[in-house]
């Protein structure tokens, strides 16, 4: 959209291109600067070879604001500050103040690792070494944020891990010349609209005949886990032309909106379960722990989650959670009885309002004629009354169970909205 300046992520690390590692920072600052009105032009995911490394950082030095992730480290393939000073030509010097903030950091670790400090200082000095006219944002662990500005530009470089680039992130963002680069976008609102069950195609054949994007408003459509995501970005001109298409939207899957915020799934279904006064347990067996892992990833999820049982193995379906062996024997352990007695189990063990329980086939083995892969039955118990789904899941083992946990929280939704609304 003219007028909004470009911001360009590169994003560094050989496990990362290899996969053997999942990036969260590409996405978690494309969503921050989408929030403060610039435009997330490009995610850049590289690895440590200092030729493509450098080319990344030449692409994104171009834009308005180039943020590199990773690489901070004190050894010698920690190359990112190395190569942002050669790209901006600029030489790198030792920052006495930053060095001696991180050697007070690496001797506090040298002395509880009982290592002579002189293991760490060749490393301290690297780290303190920046390019001219670079300021540090402040220090996650010995690695420090740093912020250069050049003619109106700006490039930022943060630590790889996404907890400490989480916790440099504020300082960057609060940085005068970083608020300058703000400054000159132009306000921006934005409208989430979150439904569950539609088509990705009928929500786009609605939008195509509720009326086209431009000239100030931007409209994406985001799939996922049966989820549709649809984001309204408009100036203060184009706001009655979001208005009259947010309200196509609803008139025609009002019935399937669950949220207008961008909460996780998990902290909607603790946050209905807090307000309508009930307890929440899980018992999981295809999906492992997912959904207990989702729920308990909500902070202070603790008012509502009072936890859960991995029951893998039968023997554990009929011995923790009371199963009785004759139901799994007639019908199978994938099947809507044993989620049923699996759901009423974890209610009676853990003394809980409602529980959730999910069974099923995530392969890649493990089928059965008239039980293929993908199967999964899920069942919330409740006092009135329970719900049950048999779902046929698509993808492989890791999609199914992913997919598995989402649907089973979505159904807990539906069952705490009820008794939210029974409650009120």
């Known amino acids: 959209m003219p007028g909004r300046p470009r911001a360009i992520v590169v994003v560094s690390g050989s496990e990362l291109v290899r996969g053997q590692r999942r990036d969260l920072n590409g996405p978690y600052l494309a969503g921050e600067l989408q929030r403060l009105g610039l435009e997330p032009a490009k995610v850049v995911i590289?690895?440590?070879?200092p030729e493509d490394l450098a080319a990344a950082l030449h692409d994104g030095l171009a834009a308005?604001?180039?943020i590199a992730t990773g690489g901070l480290g004190p050894t010698h393939d920690d190359r990112t500050i190395e190569l942002l000073a050669r790209e901006t030509g600029r030489r790198l010097a030792v920052d006495p103040a930053l060095e001696l903030e991180i050697e007070a950091v690496s001797r506090r670790i040298a002395d509880r690792l009982r290592l002579p400090y002189a293991d760490f200082a060749a490393g301290v000095r690297k780290q303190a070494s920046l390019p001219v006219g670079a300021v540090s944002l402040g220090l996650a662990g010995t690695a420090p944020g740093v912020l250069l500005e050049r003619e109106g530009r700006i490039a930022i470089a943060l630590p790889g891990p996404p907890a400490e680039l989480r916790r440099l992130w504020p300082l960057a963002v609060a940085h005068p010349a970083f608020r300058d680069v703000v400054?000159?976008?132009?306000p921006r609102h934005h409208r989430v609209l979150r439904f569950f069950g539609p088509s990705e195609s009928a929500v786009a054949r609605a939008l195509d005949e509720a009326g086209?994007?431009?000239?100030?408003l931007e409209v994406t459509v985001c799939a996922?886990?049966?989820?549709?995501?649809?984001d309204l970005f408009f100036e203060e001109g184009a706001r009655a032309r979001a208005a009259g298409i947010e309200a196509a939207l609803l008139e025609e899957f009002a019935a399937r909106l669950f949220s207008e915020d961008e909460r996780p799934l998990a902290a909607i279904v603790i946050d209905l379960a807090r307000s309508a006064g009930v307890t929440l347990a899980t018992a999981e067996s295809c999906t492992g722990g997912l959904l207990g892992a989702a729920l308990t990833e909500v902070a202070g999820a603790s008012d509502a989650?009072?936890?859960?049982v991995?029951?893998?193995a039968n023997e554990v379906k009929t011995g923790q959670l009371g199963v009785p062996e004759d139901v799994i024997r007639r019908h199978g352990a994938v099947s809507g009885e044993v989620a049923a007695a699996m759901a009423e189990g974890a209610r009676r063990v853990f003394r809980a309002d409602v529980a959730a329980a999910v069974t099923g086939i995530a392969g890649p083995g493990g089928a059965s004629p008239g039980k293929p892969v993908g199967l999964v039955h899920v069942h919330v118990a409740a006092p009135g009354g329970g719900e049950a789904r048999r779902l046929d899941l698509p993808g492989d083992r890791e999609a199914v169970r992913a997919r598995a946990s989402a649907l089973t929280l979505h159904l807990l939704r539906r069952v705490l909205s009820r008794s939210g609304a029974e409650a009120a």
């Not at 996922?224 to 649809?230: A, D, G, Q, S």
């Not at 989650?305 to 859960?308: A, D, Q, R, S, T």
């Open 183 to 186: 400054g000159r976008a132009r």
């Open 310 to 312: 991995v029951a893998y």
């Open 46 to 49: 590289v690895g440590d070879r």
């Open 305 to 308: 989650y009072l936890g859960g």
């Open 212 to 216: 086209s994007e431009g000239n100030g």
């Open 64 to 66: 308005d604001v180039c």
């Open 224 to 230: 996922r886990e049966l989820e549709i995501h649809v």
